[in-house]
């Protein structure tokens, strides 16, 4: 086993390391993500100078290239200063580069590819209904009934991140009804959120705050045929391949947290004093600074386990989600002590603890809940489905 990370993606690593440092320092992401009420473009515009729109993307298309482990790499790295705010790169890559790039017509790469390498269309995932995410395909209401030249959806989505400012929605719904399986019979739709008929309103929330999560009404929303993504009424099956990338996401996402986490532990722990002391020489923070090391090294690995196996082509599917678990767990815990490292000050609005906190807390929820995840690892050593 090489655990060395190749010459290149080295020195990717570094040059967005150096890259975060001066273009997204951790005082103005604080400042982005409290804005509630304001969309962070001029973050989006400089990952558009910067090219990260692109990363993921084929060079034939206006890309930058880049496997898996690059995309882990660049999430890591944003999220050690960004924390959620990260998902302004994530979800347009995985909803719009990843889902074209993976399963749309030649005609849809060539229209949709090049517009999103170069910063010019912003995607959302419209998937989780109000009646349940977890049990998605068993409660889902939203339908698309097919008319002339398209097709019309109607129904609810909530928790749909960035889709007021999106161009285009990443939407599933029921266009079968008469299905043996609840999976069989879903299509996905790259809706064009200016289509009249959908109404989107931004939802207040716990973290992430200036990134937006809406509801997304659909009512006789009208969708053209050549927006619909891969084969109708299979859109189960085309989405599962995705699910481990989306999850080796996460793991890189909540890693950076946890380095943002330990640098800002260490930095305060050496001036903050106690008794005359620097507070990092009493044993006890010590060991939770100790802890959060331990968290790092381990979800740094499964990390980079999970995304050598995927580039691999290998199926990582149990994988995936143990480091959904831990990832997550490890890094709202990180953050949890962190928040106790810096006391007060981390309870401040004026320090990053609280919002890595507030922005890891997701990550046990979403995109797919912790205990889902470990009915998915239970089932896969042969245990009975639960539920
Ligand atoms: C800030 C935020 C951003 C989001 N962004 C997006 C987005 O961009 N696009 C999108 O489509 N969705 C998004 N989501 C939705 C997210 O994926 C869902 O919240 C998640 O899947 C959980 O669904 P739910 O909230 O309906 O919880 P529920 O499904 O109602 O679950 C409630 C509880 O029941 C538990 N539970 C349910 N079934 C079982 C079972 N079988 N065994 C054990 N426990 C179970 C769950 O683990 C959970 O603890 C976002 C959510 C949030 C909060």
Known sequence: MDFDLPEEHRAFRDMIHRWVDNECPKDWARKLEADEDNYPFALWDKFTEAGFHGIGIDEKYGGQGGDVLMQMLLAR???????????IWGITSFAGSKSIGLY?????????LPLIASGQLKAAISFTE??????????????????????????????????????????????????????????????????????????PKLGMRSMGSCSVVYDNAFVADEDVLAEPNRAWYTLLPTLNNERIMVGAFCLGVIDGVLEDALAYVKQRKAFGK?????????????????MQASTEL?????????????????EANMLKLMASENANHAADLGIQILGGMGYSA????????RDSRLWRIGPITNEMVKNGIAESLGLPRSF
């Open 350 to 357: 004026e320090t990053d603890m609280q919002r890595y906190w």
């Open 130 to 203: 109000p009646a349940g995410g977890t049990d998605l395909l068993g409660t889902m209401t939203t339908t698309a009934t097919k008319v002339d030249s398209g097709w019309v959806i109607n129904g609810e989505k909530i928790w749909s991140s960035s889709a007021h400012v999106a161009d285009r929605l990443l939407c599933i719904a029921r266009t079968d009804k008469n299905v043996e399986k609840k999976h069989q019979g879903l299509t996905l739709f790259w809706v064009d959120a200016k289509t009249p008929g959908v109404k989107i309103t931004p939802l």
């Open 104 to 112: 749309g017509t030649q005609a849809q790469k060539d229209k949709y």
């Open 278 to 294: 620097i507070i990092g020489q009493f044993q006890i923070l010590q060991h939770y600074i100790a802890d959060i090391a331990t």
């Open 77 to 87: 790295e944003l999220a050690r200063s960004l924390g959620g705010l990260a998902w």
């Open 302 to 318: 499964m990390l980079h386990f999970c995304a050598a196996k995927q580039a691999k082509g290998e199926n990582v599917g149990t």
